[in-house]
């Protein structure tokens, strides 16, 4: 089955500062990838995701980057706030059930 | 906002009783799943359904967890005779469950505490 690796488990930053999550997979046959942020206590949200025919998707402050051949993706984000402190999880998963495989979670701590 | 509903938020049991979580999925989505997320670690994935009908449960332990889609209703995971190893916060998503619109979207989950 599916494996998601999931880099690193906690990263801290200044206000201001770039941070870059980074999650590798297994199974080649994947193609839909999903990055969920998790406030404590709350549900994962969906804040941005990449099918495998783009290599790059921004949304304001948030980008992804997927490499197929070398399967990966990773997570950035730019001119981080206090309010993007939470865990983020990475996902893979492929068509038929699209059920996702997820990654252990990054929390990231963002200092004022 | 019609967004995916969980029941009860929080839920305590007493070891051996049963506990059972409710999941009502966005309207016009006929796709759920089940998560459990134990502290400080990612989402494990449970059990795949549509309605009536249970597609993918290879997350699922083979005993006292059951969870069903009905018709009519939410979607229902049970879990039998509970035990400490139970609690965690169980996560239901839901999803049009169509090629291209695979996003899953979650609710906000029951933590289960069992004493």
């Known amino acids: 089955g599916e494996n998601v690796e999931q880099h690193p488990s906690t990263l801290s930053v200044q206000e201001g500062d770039s941070a870059v999550i980074k999650c590798t997979y297994s199974?080649?046959?994947?193609?839909?990838f999903p990055w969920y942020k998790q406030e404590l206590g709350k549900r994962p949200q969906l804040i941005i995701d990449?099918?495998?025919?783009?290599g790059e998707k921004k949304d304001q402050r948030i980008a992804v980057t997927l490499n197929k051949t070398a399967k990966h993706f990773s997570l950035h984000i730019t001119e981080t706030q206090p309010e993007d402190s939470a865990v983020y999880f990475c996902?893979?998963?492929?068509?038929?059930?699209?059920?996702?495989?997820f990654g252990r979670g990054t929390s990231l701590i963002v200092h004022p | 906002n019609a967004g995916v509903m969980q029941n009860p938020r929080h839920l305590v049991r007493r070891r051996g009783q049963e506990a059972r979580l409710r999941c009502s999925p966005m309207?016009?989505?006929?796709?759920v799943y089940w998560y459990r997320q134990l502290p400080e670690e990612g989402l494990k994935f449970m059990v795949y359904?549509?309605?009536?009908?249970?597609?993918?449960e290879s997350g699922m332990p083979k005993e006292r967890f059951s969870a069903e889609f009905p018709k009519e209703g939410p979607s229902i995971l049970r879990i039998q005779q509970v035990v400490r190893g139970d609690s965690a916060a169980y996560f239901c998503?839901?999803?049009?469950?169509?090629?291209?619109?695979?996003?899953?979207?979650f609710g906000p989950g029951t933590r289960l505490l069992v004493l």
């Open positions: 998503a839901s999803s049009p469950g169509l090629a291209g619109a695979e996003t899953q979207y």
């Open positions: 199974d080649s046959a994947s193609n839909y």
């Open positions: 990449i099918r495998s025919n783009v």
């Open positions: 996902a893979a998963s492929k068509g038929g059930s699209y059920i996702p495989t």
């Open positions: 309207k016009g989505h006929s796709h």
């Open positions: 359904l549509q309605k009536e009908n249970i597609i993918d």
